[in-house]
């Protein structure tokens, strides 16, 4: 739906003569939707911060902006780091979902691959290839992630 709504959707939304390439349109609509599931992350984030820091930094003096900078938001930061690369990770996922609107990913590129007929009897090695790729960026990601949170636990 995020998809439909950005290439159709959005260019309505434009200025009038105002042309937004399909790809473009795409990527919109995708940042937007992730933008939001971080902001939900975030959130929920600074929904685990005591009290308490919030008037330690009032009783330091701190304004606002120095406070949420420098005490408030890197907490909630390293409470939401799990969300976070959940959602990074999902994001990531999702671009192969931009062949529903037509628009060519690594899955569309093995597929014409193989209907090469040269190329017919390997279109298995082609899918094994993208799931090898798709598993392995996705366990570096989460890999890195799970470095973070031991490094944040010490």
């Not at 399909?22 to 609509?29: D, E, K, R, Y």
């Not at 933008?35 to 992350?41: G, I, S, T, V």
């Not at 600074?46 to 304004?63: C, I, K, M, P, Y």
């Not at 017919?120 to 798709?134: M, P």
């Amino acid at each position: 739906m995020v998809l439909f709504m950005g290439l159709f959707v959005l260019p309505m939304v434009m200025p009038r003569g105002f042309f937004l390439e399909p790809l473009f349109a795409i990527l919109v609509a995708l940042m937007l939707f992730h933008a939001a599931y971080f902001a939900e992350d975030i959130r929920g984030g600074l929904q685990t911060l005591e009290s308490g820091q919030v008037e330690a930094a009032d009783s330091l003096g701190l304004g606002y902006w120095p406070k949420v900078l420098l005490i408030v938001l890197p907490q909630a930061l390293k409470q939401s780091l799990p969300a976070i690369f959940n959602t990074l990770i999902g994001g990531y996922k999702d671009t192969s979902l931009v062949i529903i609107v037509g628009i060519h990913d690594i899955i569309s590129t093995a597929k014409m691959a193989y209907s090469d007929p040269g190329w017919q009897r390997y279109g298995l090695e082609a899918y094994f290839f993208v799931g090898i790729w798709y598993f392995c960026s996705c366990w570096c990601l989460s890999a890195y992630g799970r470095h973070l949170e031991r490094k944040r636990a010490k």
